[in-house]
Each structure stands twice: as structure tokens, then as C-alpha cells.
């Protein structure tokens, strides 16, 4: 195929060239036809002719013009050839005497004279005419050359093009780009360790031959976005100081069919020739996904997928490849993928936790001048379910506000307006609201923070704002006091009841027939949540220790399209339907037992705003549970 590409362009260049001499040709032709016309021709001053014309003695009868050329009728004899000059007019050029009584005497001769004057022919040449002359000649030869060779160097791209389809667009870092070590990845120290043992063998690929252990041909890296999956993969590489070809799944798809299998048997091809090295395939799941009945031999992605399968079956001990991917949809990949002896090492790239954090936080501080009473052990602690790239963007945003506001270092105040904006969008002080909506928003805000400090399982209340941010017109801020992995039922049932909690103050305020469209927001996450306790982790009354799974499983009913029955769904609907009573029960009761709690936070928030934790406390501490 390459041979072929150069070829096309060989016979491109070759025609070209034949084109730009042909051009050249003409020109040289033209150039020279013109010089040998004027070669033999003897310059005539005009003064001379002028002379001669006023002359009543001279030899000139008459003049008359024709085109460029002065035709002179002479009286008599024929007379000398006299040099010439140019002049600003033009240049007459003398062409020569004709005599048509040349040779005759006596009567004969006077005679022909009579009948036969001498004429003389002098031409007058313009020097910009014959430029246009020869331009007329060239240009349009030129135009036509001109368009020629670009349809060529199209039909040549064209071409190129569609041959080099087949090639890998991977690109590979080597010893030319910035090296990324495993110092370079702040938390995930259980992933480090696990692969810890694949830059072990591309170093030292002989201790384990040696002891007849095979290392896994493919590792694959999953997790949440942002976690930093192609970041470790890179840091496996860096550690391992070997080429690095990165590809993401879509890359290898394309419009011709057997174009992504080409690129795959390309991509293996030149990791092998520069083994040992890593080749790494981000969203695997682009082009690995379940193969089912309905698929086909002939689809792309299908024809991709085995032929990643047959590279990968491939390989020996001897090659020094090896394959990693990333994913955050483990549960879509073929399982004829995930088998031993393909990618049989499964590394979970997790959220960072709290320590974790802390040390991604201080790495992309690091060079940015931070005030000395920054705490960013504080800010970890509010970023709980914080990817690696949530944080990145945290860092950087704080830069950006402290600039903004004119600050020579990052302030406190920088990191927790950057923290809100990353978290839950920027603030709309543009967006004008009535008195009305800031009372309305004033009560709704103050209903989730005294549902939420009443309930003994609830996380406590971080900030409360009516400043419109994002798409919210408030904002009540919870945060966890400590990362945790579980929660139970009457924790969820609680995070239920603070949800419902903005509803419930309208209410309690206004009356049911004024509560307003700023809870859907609200009443939407209190229906995701409870189905999923329902469904997904069997907290229904009457489910309890039932889980049903979705329709990805690929198992149906024939009256739902559901993997469970009509009847089934009904307890469903009843269960979610349950707990979101519950929760808008609970959060009335408690709203109407602390009232004046209620009030005094509202009134309050429409006089700052915005209140954090050391303001809001003398107001909530006499928020009570009922009985």
C-alpha cells in the first residue's frame, strides 16, 4: 500500500513537470519569434522621416498608414539607409526599399518609375504590444496548465487519503515527549501497586520467564470519568521507559468497511517492531461492545472487535507487548474480551478518597502562589465524591477568580467560590427576582437546612444561598463530615426528607395551593433516589432483598418489555411511591414544629444572602426532632 501511495505521487510529480515545460517551451518560442523578427531590421529616427516628408526637395510622395506600419511612396531613386534611434514615441524600424524598375534604361525606365514608384515600408513597433502579444499566447496555456496540475494534486490527495486509511492514527509517546511517572499520579495507590508488577516485567522480563510465570497480556483500567485512567497507563509506561501508542476505540472506526481492522493489524504491528512497549485503547467500549443476534459478520464494529481479539490471541511471551485499555462501562464489553489470556487483569481506578485528595490537590497547587492560610485539607474534605479531574479543574478555576478579583495569591476565598462554581455552576447575579421569588426561594432554602439539622442521619448543612448559581435559584449545601462507602436505609431516608423539605416550607408558609416549580429539581431526585433503593439495592418494605435488574441485562417480558412482570412493576411503583410520601410526611411534621427556627433563617437569608456554617449556627441549634 505504501508503495502504491508513492507511486501515485511519483507519477503526479513526473506529469507536472512535463506541464511546467511545455509552458516554458512556448515561451521561449514566442520570446524568439519576436527577437528574429526585429533582428534585421535598421532603426529609423522619426525626426529623419519628418524631415524628409517636409522636405519639397526629398525623395518621399507619400505616406499612409496601415495597421503598425508606415507605408512611404518615394519619388525617385532609391535612397540610403540611415541609421535610427528609439525614441518615448516608439521605434520605426527601416524594412527596405522595393524597386520594381531595377535594371532598366532610357524610356523603359521612366516609364516604370511612372508606373512603379519606389515604396519604402517602415514599421513601428510598440514594445508593450508585443508583450501582449506573447501574453495572449501564454497566459491562457498557463491557465489551463495551472487548473491541470491542481485537479492532479487532488485526485493525487484523494488518493492518498483513502490508502492510508488503514493506518493507525495512534499517537505514540516515546523518549521525545514529557515522561510520566507514577510521582506524577497523586492517590490510587492500590492501582499503582497492581500494576506495579506489568513495569516490573517490561523491565525485567527474564525473572519471571525464568520461573514460568506468563505476565497478562492486557490490563484494563476501570473506573469513573476523570479518575485518571489514561494518566496511570502512561505512568506504566514512563516507569517501564518504553514507546507508548495511545488510541482512543472511535479512531478506529470509519465510513469503509474493514477500515477499522486494517487499523487494528497496523496499530500491533508497530508496537511489535518497537517492543518491548504499552499499546493503551481509551473507551475500549466504543468498539468492543456486546456482540448479540442482532449484530452481523459485516459490521465495522464487529469485524474491529475480532480482529482485536485475534491480535491479542497472538502474542507470546517473546513479543514484549502489552495491551491496557480504559473504560468506565465495564458491564458493555464482550465477554470474549475479558477471558483469560486477553484482558485478564482488571484494575479499578476509584474515586480519590479524603488523604487522596489532599495530595491531587497540593500537586496542582504546586507552583501556584497560595496565600499562607489557604487550608487545603479543608477544601478536600467539602470534595467528597471528587474525580482527580474535578479537582484539576478546582485548582485552576481558584487561579482564574484570584486573578479576576486582582489578588497577587489564592485566597480562601478564591478556593470556595472556584469549589462552587466546579460543583453546583457560577452565580446569576444578573438574574433579576422579585421580592416576591427571594421570599419564596428564602423559605424554601431555610425548609432543607432545618429538615436536615433535625434528622439525626442526616450529613449537616454547609451553606445555605438564595443566590441564584447555575440552573438553581438557591442552593443548601450538605456535606459528610468523613468519606464513607455505605449507606443505610435511614440515612437515604433522611437525604429523602431534607429533599422534600423546600416543598414542604411552601406549604407550611403559603398554604398547598401556593407551593410552587422551584422544588422539580427536588421532586425528581427523591424519585431517582428511591427507585434505586428500591430496585437496585432492595430497601422497598415489601422488596426488601429483591433487586430487579434493567433492561441492558438482556431479558424481557413479553407484556412489560421489562425483565419482571406487570405485577412485579406495580410493588414497584407503590414502593417508590411509599418512600417519597414518607420523606414529604416527615419534612412537614418537622418544618411545623420549628417554625420560629424556620422564620429567623429566612428572615436572615434576605438580609445576607448567602450564610456558611459559623452563621447558620446560633439559628439551628434550637432545631428539634419531634416525636
Known amino acids: 500500500m505504501g508503495a502504491n501511495v508513492k507511486k501515485t505521487e511519483s507519477n503526479s510529480n513526473t506529469i507536472r513537470s512535463i506541464l511546467f515545460a511545455i509552458l516554458g517551451i512556448l515561451c521561449l518560442v514566442a520570446l524568439i519569434n519576436s527577437l528574429t523578427f526585429r533582428k534585421n531590421l535598421e532603426e529609423v529616427p522619426i525626426s529623419d522621416v519628418i524631415q524628409r516628408a517636409n522636405d519639397k526637395n526629398g525623395n518621399i510622395k507619400k505616406i499612409s498608414v496601415t495597421g503598425s506600419k508606415l507605408e512611404i511612396t518615394l519619388k525617385g531613386e532609391e535612397v540610403a539607409t540611415q541609421t535610427s534611434r528609439k525614441d518615448g514615441a516608439g521605434t520605426l524600424y527601416e524594412q527596405g526599399l522595393i524597386n520594381y524598375c531595377e535594371g532598366m534604361t532610357g524610356a523603359a525606365l521612366e516609364n516604370c518609375q511612372k508606373d512603379y514608384p519606389v515604396i519604402e515600408y517602415l514599421e513601428v513597433t510598440d514594445v508593450w504590444g508585443t508583450v501582449l502579444d506573447v501574453a495572449l499566447i501564454i497566459v491562457p496555456v498557463g491557465v489551463i496548465i495551472y487548473f491541470f496540475s491542481r485537479m492532479m494534486s487532488q485526485a493525487a490527495a484523494i488518493n492518498n487519503q483513502s490508502m492510508g486509511f488503514g493506518k493507525s492514527r495512534a499517537q505514540v509517546y516515546g523518549a521525545d515527549k514529557k515522561r510520566v511517572t507514577f510521582s506524577d499520579v497523586a492517590g490510587n495507590e492500590a492501582a499503582k501497586q ?9 523491565k525485567n522480563p527474564r ?9 497478562p497480556r492486557g490490563v484494563l483500567l476501570a473506573g469513573d470519568p476523570g479518575t485518571g485512567k489514561t494518566l496511570m497507563a502512561r505512568a506504566v509506561a514512563g516507569e517501564a521507559n518504553v514507546p507508548f501508542f495511545s488510541i482512543s476505540g472511535s479512531e478506529f472506526a470509519e465510513m469503509f468497511v474493514g477500515v477499522g481492522a486494517s487499523r487494528v493489524r497496523d496499530l500491533f504491528s508497530k508496537a511489535k517492531k518497537n517492543a518491548p ?44 507487548v502489552i495491551v491496557m485499555a480504559a473504560t468506565n462501562r465495564v458491564d458493555m464489553l464482550d465477554k470474549a474480551l475479558l477471558r483469560p489470556g486477553r484482558f485478564d487483569r482488571h484494575v479499578n481506578v476509584t474515586l480519590p478518597e479524603r488523604k487522596d485528595r489532599v495530595e491531587i490537590l497540593n500537586l496542582h497547587f504546586k507552583g501556584k502562589p497560595v496565600a499562607s492560610g489557604v487550608d487545603i485539607e479543608a477544601l478536600a474534605a467539602k470534595t467528597a465524591g471528587s474525580s482527580g479531574a474535578d479537582l484539576a479543574n478546582i485548582a485552576n478555576e481558584a487561579a482564574i477568580t484570584a486573578a479576576r478579583e486582582g489578588h497577587k495569591e489564592i485566597a480562601n476565598s478564591d ?16 438574574k433579576v427576582m422579585t421580592e416576591e421569588e427571594r421570599k419564596i426561594t428564602a423559605y424554601h432554602e431555610a425548609g432543607h437546612a432545618i429538615v436536615g439539622t433535625a434528622l439525626p442521619d442526616s450529613d449537616p448543612v454547609h451553606k445555605v444561598t438564595i443566590i441564584p448559581r447555575g440552573s438553581t435559584g438557591g442552593v443548601t449545601w450538605f456535606l459528610p463530615p468523613e468519606d464513607r462507602s455505605y449507606k443505610n436505609i435511614p440515612e437515604l431516608k433522611a437525604v429523602l426528607a431534607r429533599a422534600m423539605g423546600g416543598r414542604m416550607a411552601e406549604k407550611v ?14 421532586l425528581k431526585h427523591v424519585a431517582e433516589l428511591a427507585k434505586e433503593m428500591v430496585v437496585e439495592e432492595g430497601m422497598g418494605a415489601k ?20 425483565p419482571y412482570s406487570e405485577k412485579t412493576a406495580e410493588v414497584i411503583d407503590a414502593e417508590i411511591a411509599e418512600l417519597s410520601e414518607e420523606a414529604s410526611k416527615t419534612a412537614e411534621k418537622i418544618l411545623r414544629a420549628n417554625l420560629k427556627p424556620l422564620e429567623e433563617l429566612a428572615e436572615e437569608l434576605l438580609k445576607k444572602e448567602s450564610l456558611d456554617e459559623k452563621e447558620l449556627e446560633p439559628i439551628l441549634k434550637n432545631v428539634r426532632m419531634p416525636a
Open 207 to 215: 525473572k519471571y520467564e525464568k520461573l514460568g510465570a506468563k505476565i
Open 194 to 202: 497492581d500494576l506495579e508488577e506489568i513495569v516490573d516485567f517490561l
Open 543 to 562: 422488596t426488601r432483598n429483591l433487586v430487579f435488574p434493567d433492561e441492558e441485562a438482556g431479558y424481557y417480558t413479553i407484556s412489560t418489555g421489562k
Open 509 to 522: 408558609i403559603f398554604g398547598p395551593e401556593k407551593i410552587t416549580t422551584g422544588a422539580s429539581s427536588d
Open 415 to 430: 478556593l470556595t467560590e472556584a469549589f462552587e462554581r466546579v460543583a453546583i455552576g457560577p452565580e446569576r447575579k444578573s
Open 277 to 320: 512497549s504499552i499499546i493503551f485503547i481509551d473507551e475500549i467500549d466504543a468498539v468492543a461492545h456486546k456482540r448479540d443476534a442482532r449484530g452481523g459478520a459485516g459490521r465495522e464494529d464487529e469485524q474491529t472487535l475480532n480482529q482485536i481479539l485475534v491480535e491479542m490471541d497472538g502474542f507470546d511471551n517473546e513479543t514484549g
